[in-house]
């Protein structure tokens, strides 16, 4: 499977501030996700970033909150904007290389806002 | 690792012993079901996969088993190593879709 890059992989921000997580794939991917983790719980999608076009967002989630870019089909930004304390989590980036087959992870992101 | 907070269900084996993890899932339109782990740190790691047009699948020391009619999936890992630690998540897609629905995760202990 190819491998995904984050960047930062944690970062303590100020709250009302925003921070801009990139991904970076190694190889041309078909799908794109973005996932959000609380400390000790499961994963929830955040959204499904389409190349060239608008994000797909899950209910709960908003693109002036998140927005999402994804120029090709190896890359992908997450926004957290105007940040508060209860956006603290783990930011994970996703990737399939074909349809039906397992999606890959990046390491995360950890972001603590204080 | 990050332990404040923690509300996964924990499953403790000695090392050498055989775990079982276990996994409910709820939408019957689900065709694809995966295993990952999840070190302290990292990011989800694939394990093993099974279509629903299969009930057991086997890999290197690991077996998924699937009961579609109790929408139920286990992991099976046998002969449990100390590397074996891990939180473990089950993950199902539904047919036509590609996104991925996470189950609660399990905190897998290997004692010594």
């Known amino acids: 499977s190819a491998v995904i890059s984050q960047k930062p992989s944690r970062d303590i921000c100020q709250r009302g501030t925003s921070l801009t997580i990139q991904c970076q794939v190694d190889?041309?991917?078909?799908?794109m996700f973005w996932y959000r983790q609380q400390p000790g719980q499961s994963l929830t999608l955040i959204a499904t970033a389409n190349q060239g076009s608008e994000a797909t967002y899950e209910s709960g989630f908003v693109i002036d909150k998140f927005p999402i870019s994804r120029p090709n089909l190896t890359f992908s930004t997450l926004t957290v904007s105007n940040m508060s304390p209860e956006d603290s989590s783990i930011y994970l980036c996703?990737?399939?290389?074909?349809?039906?087959?397992?999606?890959?992870f990046g390491q995360g992101t950890r972001l603590t806002v204080v | 690792g990050e332990s404040v907070g923690l509300h996964l269900p924990t499953l403790s084996v000695q090392e050498g012993d055989n775990s079982i993890i276990n996994c409910a899932y709820s939408n019957s339109a689900s065709d694809y079901f995966i295993w990952y782990k999840q070190e302290s740190g990292k990011g989800p790691q694939f394990i093993i996969d099974i279509r629903s047009n299969m009930d057991k699948r086997q890999g290197q020391r690991v077996t998924v088993l699937l009961n579609k009619t109790v929408k139920h999936l286990s992991l099976q890992i046998a002969a449990t190593q100390p590397g074996d630690s891990a939180v473990y998540f089950c993950a199902e897609k539904a047919g036509g879709g590609n996104k991925l629905t996470f189950g609660t995760g399990t905190q897998l202990k290997v004692e010594l």
């Open positions: 190889s041309q991917v078909t799908m």
């Open positions: 996703s990737a399939l290389q074909g349809s039906d087959t397992e999606a890959f």
